[in-house]
Every structure is written in C-alpha cells, then in structure tokens.
C-alpha cells in the first residue's frame, strides 16, 4: 500500500510548479530534514545557543520549562533527581527526545523515557521542539511531541573554553572544552563534573542527598570530497545520587542509584545537492545500580542498537521527499529480587517512512507523511501526518497540523508487580492529535506573537491496574478502556522596543482528562479529586525581563506562575490523590564580560524562597545563588 501511495506522489509532484524558494531567516530541522521556518506547519519552539548560555541552568529541562509554552518540567527532589517534561498535557512518555538524530531513551526504565540530567547544557548548541504527534516521523512515543537536541561541532579555527562555577548547598561545576575546524574536518569535545550537596528530596526533612556528575560530549566530522561526510558522536555520563523515597514512617530512607550511560553514532553522508542520504548507526548501553533502604541492591540493564537510512530527494526549490527506514533493537535486564533473580526482554521495530513537502499555490506549504511499524510485541501499525502553512505576508502565517500518533508497550510494562504478562497482553496506544496557530511580526513595535490552539486524546493507555485471576490478582500493567484527552491554548509574545529591553511572555492553558484513572470503578471512585493528568497545570504564566545597560552587563529577571494541580498520594495517606497548591517562583541572572575573553556570571533562583511541590511530599530548591567564571581563548 505504501508502495503505491509513494509512486503517486512521486509522479504527481513532478508536475508542480516551482515558485521560487523564500528567504530563510530561521532554519531548522523539525522534519528531518532543512526548512526555512515560514514553510513550517507544525508547531515549532527553537532555543537557540545564546539562550541556553545566558541561562545559567545545568540542564535543558530547567531552560525549556521558563521559556516555551506548551511545556511543564517537575522534579521529585534537586538536581539529579526523577524529573520530567511534558509536551502539551501528556505524561512524559509520550514524548520523544533526540540527540544529533539519534533516538534517546532508556529501555530499562519504567516509561522508556529520557533522563534529562544526563546531558549538560553546556555542551548544547540548540534545542528544536516540535508539538503535537509526530508518529509518522519519529515513531513510537511522540504522541505530545519531539524534543531536538543538537550538541556542539566545533567553530572556526581552534578554541578552548574553561568554566568554573560554585554556589548554594555547596554546588561546584568544572567545563573544559576543545572544538575547531580546518578545511575538511571539524571537532568538539566537552568535559564536566558537577558536584553538590542538593537538598533533602522529602519536604520535611533537613538532610542532603548528594548528587555528581561526570560527562563527555565528544563530536567530528570530516568531509572525503564535496559529496562525501562522515561523523561521529560520543557522549558519556557517569551520575550518583542519594535520594529519599516517601515512605510511611521514615524521615530518610537512605536511597541511591548509580547511573552510567554511554551513547556513540556513526553517521555515513552522501549529498550530490538533489539528492541526500545517510546511514546512521547507534548504540546505547545504560547501567543503573539502584539500592533502597527496604530491598538492597537492584541492577538495571537498558541496551539499544539502531540501524537507520535517512533520504531526501528535491523535486525542485518547492518541493522534496523525505524517506527513511528504521531499525531498532532494544534489550532490557530487570532485577526483581537480590541478588539472582533477573529477567531478560527484547523486543525490535522495523519502520519504513516518507514525508511529502511541497508547494501547491504560491503562499502555501504543506505536508504529507505515512510511516509503517513493524513491532515485534504490537505488530503492524500506521500512522500518519499532514500540515499546512498560508503565508498571509512576509512576516505572518497561518499554520494547521493533523497527525495520528502510536506509543507500544515499553519493556518494563510485562514485569510491572509480581506478575509477568506474554507479550500478547499488551496492545499499542493510539492517539490522534489537531492544532492551529497564527505567527505574525509587527515591525513597527517590534513585537512577535505566536498563538496555538489544540487538541489531543489517545485510546488504550497502558496504566497500572489491579489484577484477575490469570495473573494472580496482582497489579499488573493493561491496557485501560479509558480515553486521555488534552486540549488547550498557548500564547507567546516577544516585544523588544529597545535593544538593550526586551520582555518574553509565555501563558498556557491545558485543560486534560484522565480517563485511565478516572473512568476506571476500582482506581477512580473517591480518589480522582481532580480528573486533570496528574502534575499538569491548568494555567502557567513566564515571563522573562531582559536589560542590559551596556554591551557588557546583560540582566534578567525570570518570573514563573503554576497553578494547582492533581497528584497521586502515597503510602502515608493510602495513595489517596492529592491537590498541590499553585506558586511563583522568581529568578535573576546576570552576566559581566571582563576583559581578554573574561565573563563573570551570576544567578539567585527562587528569589522569594517559595515553598512548593512539583511532586507530592518532595523538596524542591529554595532561594540558591551561583557564580562563575568562563573564560575563551
């Protein structure tokens, strides 16, 4: 079917007309492949270097959660810690994160999830967000969104970077960098230790749990003849961290989890102008060694190996194909009891896909794509997007997306409990998601804006239930007869009436449903307080001042509102739900260049010392300065 509908378009989209391509102010990569960003359909945030840098934050989910809409990032504790980010609504397992193309998540986890401490903003050069399902693309989980993430490749000429930092709670970090460029190749390598004695992950208790964190970031690429690239990646990360769990009847249970994960790609790069295609290979190995006060020592094993084709063929200046296949294995060892009970699972998916961008009139862009899975737990399953963007002017636009998206059942959902399910237990997750926004540049105020509306709800959750008598009346994973829905609204403005002022604004609206829990007689009844996602605000609000009184001093005050929000209770209330109350946090960074290369920088988090939680019963950072040095040779 797919081969049919491929040979169609590719004979139809011959006969287009090409009108010439636009200007690219922006260009970014949301389908796989360059776009200037008037052609784009989808909803699509970029966080480019300079952001991530003035920031101060340690990792990209802090940098994320303060400057888009449309994102909520939480933490069970301080750095280190169990965190999140949920793209419009969803459980953050519904989203994808890539880095340099490469598929990331952990097959040992929960969730199959992404831990987003273990890279380093430092050694981040942008960040692409792209909302909404994007199945057909990126597969399995981007059912709320794909998070890009593009790490450094080396400048011109040879440069060395150095940055030390201290701080509250007795928090140190070292960055030693190396990247340049010569006439066929270019380099990156990034080194960081972060160590601090964090806070106390229980709100009611006064004692640190330490956390450290050892990474390398390593990056090149060199260039055969004008056709010919290849480059590779290596990233590192070695982390420790002492964490409490919310136990009834223990004020610090001691708790740590050793994690080391290593992550290298091969990319082969072949690019005659009309027509690209790379081989990409991947490799991923993570290792956790968790020790709990209750039950010692657990190793956990995550393992994937990737084997890729990317492709783009352009047709004309108007329009282009992009294909692929994809080829993932995962491996998963789970220890269920110390020291000798593991069990194994694997599992593999088998993709094929194309994304049609073409022009049929002058002012509008649009998109088609199909992508087919072959999972060896779920079996077939095709998904599919289609966008629009009208160019009313120049400067604004009217963008529409409408994409299916699949979630399949990661590997720790059959050893959730004491129970193990065949595989023929579990059935995928669908979802289908709309969105529709307006972009627009008012020059004569210098003020841009960005509206979004949406829709989103998928079918079949996976979530844990209470058991029958085939699986011994245990909790057990399965799928729910309820739906997930999640709608709402987000704002961005940008005015900037000065160069040295400028003010961001960013307001969402999520109204979700949790039918999973809610609609289910033996989970919701008298415990769904709220029927909203658990930990998804209703309303949050940022804003971000930006003042610089010379071209050296540059400033800026970070205000971040988030209203209440549902949570799951716990041991210590018998896992009643739980209302957490709304807050305000404010934050102030501030940076002086020196002389010869020199930065002096600064940050005061939580200037108010706001007392709140992201999760029940856990810490989170009070007021907290940080300073530095950073010097460039």
């Known amino acids: 079917m797919l081969r049919i509908i491929f040979t169609t378009l590719f004979i139809f989209l011959h006969c287009f007309k090409s009108f010439g391509q636009d200007i690219p102010i922006i260009v970014i990569s949301p389908g796989k492949s360059v776009q200037s960003y008037g052609s784009v359909g989808s909803s699509v945030s970029v966080i480019e270097s300079e952001t991530l840098n003035e920031s101060q934050e340690y990792f990209i989910g802090n940098v994320l959660d303060k400057n888009l809409p449309g994102m909520n990032y939480f933490q069970s504790g301080g750095h280190g810690t169990t965190s999140g980010i949920q793209l419009r609504g969803l459980p953050k397992r519904y989203s994808t994160v890539y880095i340099d193309g490469v598929k990331m998540s952990d097959p040992s986890s929960s969730d199959n999830s992404f831990y987003f401490s273990s890279i380093i903003n430092n050694a981040i050069d942008k960040v692409e967000v792209l909302k909404g399902s994007q199945s057909s693309l990126y597969g399995s989980n981007a059912v709320g969104g794909t998070i890009n993430i593009y790490t450094k490749k080396g400048g011109e000429g040879n440069n060395k970077k150095i940055e030390v930092s201290s701080g509250s709670n007795k928090t140190k970090n070292i960055l030693v960098s190396f990247d340049g460029s010569g006439e066929k190749h270019n380099y990156y390598i990034g080194l960081n230790k972060l160590v601090t004695n964090g806070i106390s992950a229980m709100n009611d208790n006064e004692e640190e749990d330490k956390y450290n964190n050892d990474g390398i970031v390593a990056n090149y690429g060199y260039n055969f003849n004008k056709n010919f690239r290849i480059e590779s990646g290596l990233r590192y990360s070695d982390s420790f961290l002492n964490y409490d769990e919310v136990t009834s009847g223990r004020t610090d249970s001691n708790n740590s989890t050793d994690d080391r994960e290593l992550s290298y790609n091969l990319k082969l790069i072949h690019d005659t102008g009309n027509l690209k295609n790379q081989i990409i290979y991947n490799k991923t190995d993570i290792a956790r060694r968790v020790t709990t006060y209750t039950n010692g020592p657990k190793n956990y094993y995550g393992y994937r190996d990737a084997i890729n084709l990317l492709g783009e063929y352009n047709i004309n200046l108007d329009t282009k194909i992009v294909y692929g296949l994809d080829n993932e294995f995962d491996k998963a060892t789970f220890q269920k009891d110390w020291p000798t009970d593991y069990l194994t699972s694997d599992e593999s998916t088998h993709s094929q896909y194309f994304d049609v961008q073409f022009r049929p009139i002058e002012k509008l862009h649009s998109t088609i794509g199909f992508r087919r899975d072959n999972h060896t737990t779920s079996g077939q399953e095709t998904t599919g997007r289609i966008t629009a963007a009208y160019k009313l002017n120049n400067l604004s636009k009217i963008r529409s997306t409408y ?231």
């Open 403 to 633: 994409g299916t998206g699949v979630r399949y059942p990661a590997l720790y959902d059959f050893f959730y409990g004491t129970a193990v399910l065949n595989k023929e237990d579990l059935k995928a997750e669908k979802s289908k998601s709309f969105d529709i926004g307006y972009e627009t540049l008012i020059q004569k105020l210098n003020l841009g804006l960005n509206i979004s509306a949406f829709k989103i709800s998928y079918d079949d959750p996976l979530e844990g239930q209470e058991g029958n008598e085939d699986n011994g009346n245990t909790w057990v994973v399965m799928n729910s007869p309820g739906k997930i829905k999640s709608r709402g609204i987000e704002l961005m403005a940008n005015w900037k009436p000065k160069n040295n002022f400028g003010i961001k604004l960013n307001y969402n609206y999520n109204d979700t449903y949790d039918g999973a829990d809610c609609d289910d007689p033996n989970l919701g009844a008298g415990k769904c307080l709220d029927e909203a996602m658990v930990r998804v605000p209703r309303h949050t609000i940022s804003s971000a001042i930006n003042f610089n009184n010379n071209e050296r001093f540059k400033n800026s005050l970070i205000f971040k509102y988030s209203s209440e929000v549902r949570d799951y209770g716990n041991a210590n209330n018998n896992w009643a739900d739980q209302i957490l109350d709304p807050y305000t946090t404010f934050d102030y960074i501030g940076s002086y260049k020196l002389y010869d290369n020199y930065s002096f920088f600064y940050t005061i988090q939580n200037i108010s010392d706001e007392k709140y939680e992201q999760a029940y019963q856990y810490s989170t950072l009070g007021r907290s300065l940080n300073f530095g040095l950073k010097r460039i040779y």
